[in-house]
């Protein structure tokens, strides 16, 4: 069963990097909002005529807090309808229509098996709202890597806030990679995901001879997750433990 449609507020934006914005909303009408951490929630934009055609879905960012407010981290893609309307006609007091939350993109009931959460871009959101959900609700877990790319330094996401999670939650390892740019002194790989991650999984393959008992969520553009899915299989993973959520 769909949930009804409600009314919501920006009551916050931030520019993030050049394209990128964090919208914090507010739905008044409900005294909390809760989802899990890794689903989304709907907008109906006025961008069309047709209502199916003014929908647009976006990650949540943040971890559940028991409030009515939650943040989502939004790229602008120019050549589209939905975020140029975002970017150019919604400001801080704007009213939207929102629907959520939606989406089995979640955790597992227990984490004892090492998670990866592979991302690009703003693909980041759901991940971001898991690693501080497990951080606040103390959720014991085996080893978390965090594994996000783009392309320069200038186009990462919550560079320090992550960095200081590592510091606060025993076993989160956050994993910058950026294929066009090398940045030293992050500890960051240079390139694209792909060879963060099976680099991680071939250590651990050469200290026990195995590969390491683990969960895949992969969240970003197609290309990226199609690739990451059939290296995970060739690297001997079972499908089941590969978890999809595309952009885009």
Not at 83 to 97: C, M, Q, R, W, Y
Not at 125 to 141: C, E, G, T, V, Y
Request: aromatic share 12%; glycine share 8%.
């Amino acid at each position: 069963m769909l949930q009804p449609w409600l009314k919501c507020v920006v009551i916050k934006t931030e520019d993030i990097t050049h394209s990128t914005r964090r919208f914090w909303i507010q739905i008044p009408e409900l005294a909390q909002f809760d989802f899990e951490p890794g689903q989304f929630v709907t907008f109906d934009l006025p961008i069309h005529e047709q209502r199916n055609k003014r929908w647009r879905s976006y990650s949540i960012a943040s971890a559940p807090d028991g409030t009515n407010i939650f943040e989502l981290v939004i790229v602008l893609m120019e050549d589209g309808l939905g975020t140029p309307h975002l970017f150019n006609d919604v400001k801080v007091g704007s009213e939207l229509i929102v629907r959520g939350p939606q989406g089995k993109f979640t955790m597992p009931d227990t984490l004892d098996k090492d998670l990866y959460l592979i991302c690009t871009g703003t693909g980041i959101a759901p991940f971001r709202s898991m690693a501080h959900f497990i951080h606040q609700k103390q959720i014991p877990h085996k080893n978390i890597h965090l594994i996000f790319g783009c392309r320069e330094f200038k186009d990462s996401l919550y560079e320090e806030e992550l960095k200081q999670l590592e510091k606060m939650l025993p076993g989160f390892y956050h994993h910058p990679c950026f294929s066009r740019e090398l940045v030293v002194g992050l500890g960051q790989y240079t390139g694209y995901v792909h060879a963060c991650y099976t680099d991680l999984i071939e250590k651990h393959k050469g200290m026990t001879g195995a590969i390491p008992d683990a969960s895949f969520f992969l969240c970003g553009w197609k290309n990226m997750v199609d690739d990451a899915k059939q290296k995970l299989l060739e690297l001997g993973y079972d499908k089941h433990a590969i978890h999809l959520e595309l952009y885009g």
